[in-house]
């Protein structure tokens, strides 16, 4: 049963991440895997702190929102390739910048939204 609700959950994740994909930006820069990222590092950040401390959150609803969602709308490999891409087109400083904010930005995505479901709850 559990594969369902990864399955559901990664679906409408990676529509979520498509649709941002498909924002009018014109940039050699991949601004918009950095803001998927940090979206959805925020996200797994409010998920994991709800669920910290709730035990009545089922397991199929962790697995629907983070392995699900956050997994089918965050994109690693995307970040990976982007920033090998940036370093072979010879934009050193653009990758290192790349790379230096989505690791940053990310964990600060996650302290924020471990921060937010403090506030809910």
Request: hydrophobic share 50%; glycine share 12%.
């Amino acid at each position: 049963m559990g594969f369902l609700f990864v399955a559901f959950g990664g679906a409408l994740g990676a529509m979520g991440r498509y649709a941002i994909s498909l924002l009018p930006v014109k940039t050699s820069f991949p601004i918009l895997t950095l803001i998927t990222n940090i979206i959805g590092a925020m996200l797994i950040g409010f998920i994991a702190g709800i669920v910290s401390d709730n035990n009545e959150v089922s397991p199929n609803t962790v697995l629907f929102w983070k392995t699900g969602v956050c997994g089918g709308f965050t994109t690693f490999s995307t970040f990976s390739l982007e920033a090998f891409q940036l370093f072979e087109s010879k934009a050193y400083l653009s990758g290192g910048i790349y790379i230096f904010l989505s690791v940053v930005c990310c964990l600060a995505g996650i302290c924020c939204g471990k921060k937010l479901s403090l506030l809910i709850h």
